[in-house]
Structure formats: C-alpha cells, structure tokens
C-alpha cells in the first residue's frame, strides 16, 4: 500500500548479519519473528529482502548482510469506526504511539461507550494517514484513569511489547492520592486478584484469583479539615483489570474519589489515578526509553486544597 508520494507504507524491520553460516527462518527466529508471522508475511502481501534482493526463509546468510521484513498489510478493524478528534500524542515511531490520555475518556469502545474512545480516535488518524494497520492496544487504562498508554502499529510490535510486560520489562508507574496515612513509607502488596462474586465489574482479593503485586511509595502525606490522605506512587509489576484501586482498598487505603472502591467523591468526582511514567526498549532500536506525563489539573488541584 502507498501514500500520496508513492512511498511503501507497509511496516518494516532491518536486520544487520553480525554472524554467517545461518539460514534466513534461524536468524529471524532468534530476531523474535515467529513462524506464523512469517508464514503470514509470504502469504498475506508482505516479503522478506537480503541486501536488496526478495529471498525465502532458506537463503544463507552472510556476516555484513542487511535483512529487511516487509511485513503484510493489516486491515482495519471492521468493528472499530474511524473517528476524528484531538489526540494528545507524547510520541510517535513507526512501531508504536504514547498517548496522554484525559480522565473521562475511555481507551476502547464498550456498550456504554461505543463511540469518542482513544481507538477510535487512533484509527481515524491511520485512515487519514493511509497507514494499513489496526489499533493494538498494548497498555489499557481505565475510563476514569488519566494519564499515558501504549498502542502498536503492528501486530508484531504489540507481540514483542506484551512479551517485555510479560518479562517485567515493561515499567508502569502511576500517582494517586488515597484516603488515610499508610502505616509504613515504603511496602509492597502481593496478593491474588478475582472477580467479586455476582459482578461482573468489580474485582477482589481472593486466594483462587491471578497473582498481581504492586509496588507502593508515599510521596507527601497531607491533611484537609482532619483528614488524613497521601499523594502515594505506585509500580505495577503485573496488570490486572482495577489491580491499583483493589489493592489500595485492601490495604485499608482508597483512592479518593473511588466510590467502586469505597473512597469519597467529596474533593474529586473520579479515582484519583494517573499514569505518570511508560518505560521499555524500543522494538525497533533496542535503545530503553521512558515517558512521563505531569498530573493532570484536577488531581494538582485537590492536593492544593490540602496541607
């Protein structure tokens, strides 16, 4: 597929041969390409080049070739209308785009929301631009959850990146205030997560649900008309659906604004949660790289009101 000046809009990626003697399917094997994709790039519209020259999977190569995956193009999503509207986009690559993401937007359409959703939005800008690919969701925040995401170009982008999650080499660092003074500064909870009986939406902790464990730090403690709240930092070492919110109520802590939950809707009228900081290497140039996102105004402003 090509844009307007008749370039190749399919995603790419180049290889440099540091060692020979190794066929084409190895030495993208060991690259992290697997064999349905390769079997998807021969049969579904895309190829695989050696210094220039289209090849199959059982060339030989040399030390000094470059390798180029022409991967196939990807249809848009039939159940995803492409929608325009105002994007705030951190950062964009070939491979993938970090979004800001608003408090009261959702990432991807629902029953309730099917329209106005971050992935609606993304692929309104891929039709615009002409890129052949899909929006793949690789961090999901919640509709009331402010703050970064990570969305994929590419099937395979989106692969690599879960598997980094997957490893723990995928850092997500977020801010909340929460009701009360945590007992100690720094402590770390490690407990299951399920879903509450008879609901679908809320989750509990529960000795039969997925290990999930969070990383907490209190940054201030502060104080509003004899009570107690903390502007906390938290790491997520897995992603379970409400895995904050579940665990902060556990701890005997809400977040403020979490009426799901158990917090006060007094100061604020949604969780107090931001996505801060998105850090992992970059598919494409293997270089780490960290994104960070300020407090949004509502959450700035509350802790304004506080001492």
């Given amino acids: 597929m090509m844009n307007k000046d008749g370039q190749d809009q399919r995603f790419q990626m180049t290889f440099h041969v540091e060692e020979g003697d190794v066929l084409l399917r190895e030495f993208l ?4 390409i697997s064999r349905r994709t390769l ?4 049969y579904e519209g895309g190829h695989i080049s050696v210094n220039g020259i289209e090849r199959n999977v059982r060339h030989p190569l040399q030390i000094g070739d470059l390798v180029v995956v022409h991967f196939p193009p990807e249809q848009p999503s039939a159940g995803l209308r492409a929608e325009e509207g105002e994007l705030a986009i951190l950062y964009e690559d070939e491979a993938f785009i970090i979004v800001d993401k608003p408090a009261g937007q959702s990432t991807i359409p629902s029953r309730d929301h099917p329209t106005g959703t971050v992935a609606n939005l993304v692929a309104g800008k891929f039709a615009r631009e002409r890129l052949p690919a899909t929006v793949h969701v690789v961090t999901r925040l919640d509709r009331d959850t402010s703050g970064l995401l990570c969305i994929a170009k590419n099937r395979h982008i989106h692969h690599l990146l879960s598997e980094q999650m997957m490893a723990s080499g995928f850092h997500r660092e977020y801010n909340a205030v929460v009701e009360g ?6 402590f770390v909870i490690n407990q299951p997560l399920g879903r509450k009986e008879g609901s679908i939406i809320e989750r509990v902790v529960r000795q039969d649900g997925q290990y999930a464990r969070t990383d907490v730090e209190v940054l201030r403690r502060l104080q509003r008309n ?3 709240f903390a502007l906390v930092k938290l790491v997520l070492h897995t992603g379970r659906t409400h895995q904050i919110r579940v665990h902060m109520q556990w701890k005997g802590h809400p977040l403020s604004g979490d009426d799901l939950y158990g917090g006060s809707t007094e100061m604020i009228g949604r969780q107090a949660l931001h996505c801060a900081t998105l850090g992992f290497t970059n598919p494409l140039t293997g270089t780490y790289q960290l994104f960070n996102s300020d407090l949004p105004f ?9 001492l």
Avoid: C, F, V
Wanted: glycine share 8%.
């Fill in 29 to 32: 094997h060991a690259k992290g």
């Fill in 39 to 42: 079997t998807a790039t021969k």
């Fill in 181 to 186: 003074w945590p007992e100690l500064d720094r």
């Fill in 226 to 228: 004899g009570q107690n």
């Fill in 298 to 306: 509502d959450m700035q402003y509350m802790i304004s009101q506080t």
